[in-house]
Structure formats: C-alpha cells, structure tokens
C-alpha cells in the first residue's frame, strides 16, 4: 500500500516579511518614519560599523563608525549653513557612547576652534583653545573649563601662566606684560590680583614702556638705581607681642618687619610693651611712608 506524505507547511508571510524586514549587512539607504535616512552596515537591526546619518529637522550629518546604534570609534558631525547652503564641519575626532570622548577638534566659527582631549561632550584633559579675538590659551580643561594649570597668550603678545579655577585666574601665577615691560608674580582670586610682586622684565625692549623703572625694595627715590653701601644697607628687626595662647596651645604672633634707615636707631621693644614711633625705624611725621605690620602663625 503506497505511503503519502504531507506536504511541507509553507512559512507564514508575516514570517517572511520580517525575515526580510531585519538589518544585517550593509544597507544602501533606510529611511525613519520623522525623514531621518541611513546609508551603512547594520548588525541586529542596530547602525554597526562603518555609516553615514543624515537628521532632517536641523541638516546634521555624521559620517563615521557606529556600534550597537551609537556613534562609537572615529567620525566627523557637520551642520548645514543657512546662508550659504554649504555644509561646514563642526566636530572631527572621536566618539564612545553617542558623545564626544578622547581626542577630537570643535569649531565654534570661521576663527573659533578647540584641539584637545573631550570626557562626555565636555572639554576635559589636555586642549588648546583658539579665541575669535586671538587668544590662545593652553592647559589643562574640567568641565568645559579652563581648570588646573594653563597659559593664557593675549593678542598683544601679553601672558598669563599659572594656576585656573573655574575658567578663570585662582592661585599662584605670573603675568607678562610685555608691552610695558613689566612681570607680576603673585596670588590671584577670581581674574583679580590680590597680593604679589611686580618688577621691570624686558622693559628696554619693550613697545610702550612704563615712564619710570620700578624702583628696588628698600631704596628712596633719590637713590633709584643706585646701591647703598654695605654698611648703609637697610637692617630688619622682628617684633614679637606677648602670646595669649595656653601652653601647649599654637601661639599667634605679630610680626613687625622694620628697616633702621641712617639716623634712626634700631631697638627691639620691651617685652609687653608696643613699638613707639621712631624706636623701630617707624615713621615720625606723616609724610614719611609706613610699614604695615603682617600676620602669620608658628
């Protein structure tokens, strides 16, 4: 008796359709439901490997490598100018994660641009920043700042090199003016010079120099330029105010810097008592300049 066999059961077409519908390989051209299109390699119906994505609603363009949907390795973003129709690169370097991170270039303009190291979209390590109005600066970045240590090259060829906060001057750091002819080194607080030390630097081969040289710490202004003798050289004396603290406690004291100029002779203070003018050094009139005293704990 002949054996009939049932025919094989065909595949439903809603299985076909999907078999057909899913994304391996390289693909020419797949467009989204809001206009977005995608030429490139697929991998499990996700952008993987080498592809170019074009967004509709603002003209971006991202040409480079992909992985698992996510502009992940090396690829450069560029944007569509509404005056000119062109398309102009915004972003050259690398990815991970869908955003910019490690080494890449960001141009903010024609004469705008940042070269250096990126951490989540943001200026992070190591850059160089190119200002529309010439400046340069170059140094370590935080948080798409200037934070850490970094020079700061002015368009007059004037410098800044030291320590950054926040974008901006906090700490220890020089100050070139070159154009004058003069360095300040000192401590700075938000942009502003709080307490340093300013001294002539070049300033026979500077363009605009100061009218007058600074004058050396402890000389007159008849004897600008000129040394004193050694015996005739300023002398410093410390004074020194009675503690208040307990013993074994951390005493706070009063220091006195004074400089015995000729004439006047220099005598330490008794114990208890305060330095009376003239016995120090102290000016006796108004007119003549005052040491202020400075503070500091041992």
Aim: proline letters at 7%; hydrophobic letters at 25%.
């Amino acid at each position: 008796m002949p054996i009939s066999k049932c025919p094989p059961k065909s595949e439903p077409l809603w299985k076909a359709w999907d078999r057909k519908a899913q994304k391996n390989g390289l693909r020419h051209q797949v467009f989204a439901v809001n206009g977005d299109h995608y030429v490139g390699k697929w991998k499990d119906n996700l952008k993987h490997g080498k592809g170019t994505q074009v967004w509709r609603k603002n003209g971006a363009i991202y040409e480079g490598d992909w992985k698992f949907g996510k502009r992940d390795g090396y690829g450069t973003l560029s944007l569509s100018d509404q005056e000119t129709g062109k398309y102009r690169r915004v972003y050259s370097g690398w990815w991970k994660g869908d955003k910019k991170c490690g080494y890449g270039i960001q141009f903010f303009g024609p004469k705008e641009y940042y070269e250096g190291d990126w951490c989540g979209n943001q200026r992070s390590g190591w850059g160089r920043m190119y200002y529309s109005n010439g400046d340069i600066y170059e140094g370590q970045w935080c948080n798409d700042k200037p934070e850490g240590e970094g020079m700061l090259r002015l368009k007059n060829g004037n410098r800044y090199e030291g320590n950054w906060q926040r974008g901006m001057k906090n700490g220890w750091g020089r100050f070139f003016h070159l154009d004058h002819g003069q360095l300040f080194e000192g401590l700075w607080v938000d942009n502003i010079a709080k307490c340093g030390t300013m001294i002539d630097c070049g300033r026979d081969e500077a363009p605009k120099p100061t009218q007058f040289p600074i004058p050396e710490v402890g000389s007159s202004p008849g004897s600008w330029g000129h040394t004193q003798p050694r015996e005739r050289q300023n002398s410093t004396h410390s004074y020194t105010q009675p503690g208040r603290a307990q013993p074994g406690q951390e005493t706070d004291k009063v220091l006195f810097s004074v400089r015995a100029t000729p004439g006047r002779l220099a005598v330490p203070p008794k114990a208890g008592s305060a330095p009376k003018a003239g016995s120090l050094g102290l000016p006796c009139s108004p007119n003549q300049p005052l040491l202020l005293p400075s503070r500091s704990k041992f």
